[in-house]
């Protein structure tokens, strides 16, 4: 969904006013019930990276606070390729 290509933007720092407007975070508020857990954290990360290197305001403030909430009660996984980068690091 949106919040899949939301934070797959900001992973690649890649912007799109055209994309990720008022009306993008409007219908993400008005659909947050029907978020998968994940999406949530996604959503939180896409609004860091908004506010951190656009300067723009991101979601507002009742779904960041739900995004954040869900976001630090998930515990995180790590990837084999992590696991693979600190046991090269450790070596």
Do not use: M
């Not at 890649?14 to 996604?42: A, C, M, W, Y």
């Not at 896409?46 to 995004?67: A, F, I, T, V």
């Not at 515990?75 to 450790?90: E, G, I, Y």
């Amino acid at each position: 969904g949106l919040a899949n290509i939301a934070w797959a933007y900001a992973v690649a720092d890649v912007d799109d006013p055209t994309l990720f407007n008022e009306h993008f975070i409007n219908k993400r508020v008005e659909k947050k019930d029907g978020f998968e857990i994940e999406r949530f954290s996604q959503l939180y990360q896409w609004h860091l990276w908004q506010k951190k290197e656009k300067s723009n305001p991101g979601l507002s403030k009742e779904l960041q606070e739900r995004c954040y909430d869900i976001f630090i009660s998930e515990a995180p996984t790590v990837s084999k390729f992590q696991d693979d980068v600190v046991a090269q690091l450790s070596s």
